[in-house]
Nanobody, 122 residues
Framework: QVHLVESGGGLVQAGGSLRLSCAASGNTFDDVVGWFRQAPGKDRKFVAVISESGTYREYADSVKGRFIISRDNAKNTVYLQMNVLKPEDTAVYFC????????????????WGQGTQVTVSS
C-alpha cells in the first residue's frame, strides 16, 4: 500500500511558475510515478511520468518544454516543476503510482493522491 499526498498548488499569473510535490509513505517508494490533471468538466489527462530510477521521463505534448518531472527517492518525493504557466494549465493535479512500466494510461496506476488545485490567471 502506497499513500500519496500532493502539495504546492495555488494561484499564479500566466507566465509564472509553481513546483508541485508528491510525497509517498507506506511501502518502499520504487514505483513509476505519473502526474495527471483534471480541468472542470473535463476528463483526467496525463501530464508526465518518471521511471523508478528517474532515468526515463515522458511528457504530454501540451507541457513539453515547460514542465519538468523529477524524483528524490531518498525523500520518497516526486516533483513537477511547472514553468511558463498558461491559463489552460488550470486544473486539479494528481500524482499516481504504478508498479508497471512508465505509461500514460490512468487505469495502469494503482494509487492516487487527493489532488492539488492549480489556477493560472490571465
Amino acid at each position: 500500500q502506497v499513500h500519496l499526498v500532493e502539495s504546492g498548488g495555488g494561484l499564479v499569473q500566466a507566465g509564472g511558475s509553481l513546483r508541485l510535490s508528491c510525497a509517498a509513505s507506506g511501502n518502499t517508494f520504487d514505483d513509476v510515478v505519473g502526474w495527471f490533471r483534471q480541468a472542470p468538466g473535463k476528463d483526467r489527462k496525463f501530464v508526465a511520468v518518471i521511471s523508478e530510477s528517474g532515468t526515463y521521463r515522458e511528457y504530454a505534448d501540451s507541457v513539453k518544454g515547460r514542465f519538468i518531472i523529477s524524483r528524490d527517492n531518498a525523500k520518497n518525493t516526486v516533483y513537477l516543476q511547472m514553468n511558463v504557466l498558461k491559463p489552460e494549465d488550470t486544473a486539479v493535479y494528481f500524482c499516481a503510482a504504478s508498479p508497471r512500466k512508465p505509461n500514460w494510461y490512468i487505469e495502469e496506476y494503482d494509487y492516487w493522491g487527493q489532488g492539488t488545485q492549480v489556477t493560472v490567471s490571465s
